[in-house]
């Protein structure tokens, strides 16, 4: 229960008054972004992609060490493969979201995803992955509205609302000197039905695969922080379907 827990945590990597502008100003912003991270062909190569990553924490009482290859594709197709160790022991795990259907593979055994977490894996994914929709953000489907600055550590900030049908409103925080992103924010229901304040920090930014990306990316779920090292991401183009197929 404990590995299957942090993979969640894993997957999901409000204080800005709200001073609403037209979506204009919104994309002044996003094409800031875009530039910044390295232009818009190259980070809209990011459509599908996939990237390493390591978490450490502590859950029930024991260390917990996670790698994880993680493969997306798209706003519905979703994979991580898991490898944890807990107590001298290797786990093994892998979620997979694959449009309206999601399967977990733990330790050889394949399970459906009930609906309301695969809900929560998708909106949190959807949030994460703000940095690599930023050319989507674009699009006539996608609605922004420039909030008020505020501070991100040291750093100046502009927060931009995003909203698009039958998602989560989420918010982005740029920094305001270089354009990068520096955090988003969302609010989703989990399987209790209780509301969870997330909080993704996209820090130390770096060159990987000819874009400026984060390597460390901070996670607050409510009152909790985790901190994920990135490496190794690879802009795919287009991933073969049996990446997100039901394991076998």
Partial sequence: M??????LIASVGFAA????TDDAAGMEIINKAIKAAGSGD???KLK???IKCKLAFQEGGQDIA???DVSWQGLTQFRMDAEAQVQGMTKNASIIINGDKGWIKDEGKVKDIPNEIATVLRETTYAVRMPHLLPELKGKEFKTSVLGEMKIGDRAAIGVAITLKDRKEVTVYFDKENGLPLRTDVRVMDPNGRELEMQFAYRDY????G???CTRLGIRVQDKDYTMELSELRAQGTLDASVFAEPK
């Fill in 2 to 7: 404990q590995f299957l827990c942090g993979c």
């Fill in 42 to 44: 190259k980070v809209a």
């Fill in 206 to 209: 770096k060159e990987m695969d």
């Fill in 211 to 213: 874009l400026k990306h």
């Fill in 48 to 50: 599908a992609g996939t």
């Fill in 66 to 68: 996670i790698a994880l």
């Fill in 17 to 20: 008054a709200a001073t609403q």
